[in-house]
């Protein structure tokens, strides 16, 4: 923050100066009552006040208008708040690699989970920024993150709010679940779980839980709860130390798509270079199915070799390929 002319020359007036700049900040995070401002007042400036805090607000809040803050006070919402952010101590002067960064924020974060935080955030930054800065015509970010949905996240905000609450209270989970494992027409079946770890990828919002009945860890996705049946349970849980048992994976890549080295898709991967020139990976997973869709990308080109129930997911799923394509191949015959 740039330098306010003012005179602070007294303990008194240097009392009132940091208890000023401590309603300013509290100020930028939101609006905030009278005694919200002085209760953060209290809690930024030690011995804040000499005298009633009341009048000290008044006059503090004077000498903020002063120096040529616009703070308005909202009769309706009996709040406080600031207009505008045009002051030249509330500026921000990013550098040329930092704007980019803003611009490549922007653009990235669209039609994805938690884009009004996004957006809220380069909204607040934008505010602040000098006019001369902000009238300069906004440039493409020479990267393109493609950070695609798989589906349109509009319809699940509301379990995914609901699942973040339980996380941070550490409070049950309960929902009905659609899970791809079953057969089409199975009914969705309840769990109750303790979530843990969310993260997106592949499109996809997955969380962990440990589910109560099995005494297991399951991976979640987000869009797969029902709607309207997500629920905070009353009971609390006290979370676990360590949640899914990483299991470890070996697998081997054709020296044809490994020549330039094997790309990291699991935790603490390791290569080892073959004399035919192929690589052997041994890497760690959070589950079997996780890991059978990744290596499933790379078709005739990697063969698994541990674990053995690794091997067999992928073995299954080899022959009902095989038997897809042999139909196919049968009906192109009689057409």
């Not at 009353?234 to 697998?251: A, C, E, G, N, S």
Request: a neutral charge; glycine letters at 4%.
């Amino acid at each position: 923050m740039c330098a306010l002319k003012v005179s602070i020359g007294s303990r008194s007036s240097h009392l009132a100066f940091e208890r000023a700049l401590a309603m300013l900040g509290r100020l930028l995070e939101g609006d905030a009552t009278r005694d919200e401002l002085i209760a953060h007042t209290q809690a930024m400036v030690e011995d804040a006040y000499e005298c009633s805090p009341f009048d000290s607000f008044a006059r503090d809040l004077r000498l903020l208008r002063n120096l040529g803050f616009h703070i308005r006070f909202s009769r309706a919402q009996k709040v406080y708040k600031i207009e505008k952010l045009d002051h030249p101590a509330l500026q921000l002067h990013l550098s040329k690699p930092a704007l980019e960064a803003l611009a490549l924020l922007k653009a990235t974060f669209q039609d994805l989970p938690h884009q009004d935080r996004v957006q809220a955030l380069v909204q607040e930054i934008e505010a602040r920024l000098p006019a001369a800065t902000r009238a300069r015509p906004e440039r493409e970010p020479l990267p393109r993150l493609a950070f695609q949905p798989a589906d349109t996240w509009e319809k699940h905000k509301d379990n995914l709010s609901v699942v973040e609450r339980a996380m941070e209270r550490h409070q049950l989970l309960e929902f009905l679940y659609l899970s791809p494992r079953h057969p089409e027409g199975t009914e969705p079946k309840l769990h109750q779980v303790e979530p843990y770890n969310l993260e997106y990828r592949d499109g996809h919002l997955y969380f962990e839980g440990y589910n109560l009945k099995t005494d297991k860890v399951y991976s979640y996705r987000v869009d797969r709860l029902v709607p309207g049946t997500v629920k905070l349970l009353p009971d609390m849980f006290v979370p676990r130390q360590k949640t899914t048992p990483l299991i470890t994976i070996r697998y081997q890549l054709s020296a044809e798509i490994a020549r330039f080295g094997a790309s990291i898709r699991f935790r603490n991967q390791r290569e080892e270079r073959q004399p035919d020139g192929s690589v052997v990976v041994t890497g760690e997973a959070s589950n079997l199915f996780e890991a059978t869709r990744k290596l499933l990308r790379y078709g005739s080109c990697c063969r698994v070799l541990e674990p053995p129930e690794l091997v067999e997911l992928m073995r299954t799923e080899a022959v009902k390929l095989a038997a897809l394509y042999e139909y196919e191949s049968e009906e192109s015959k009689h057409a």
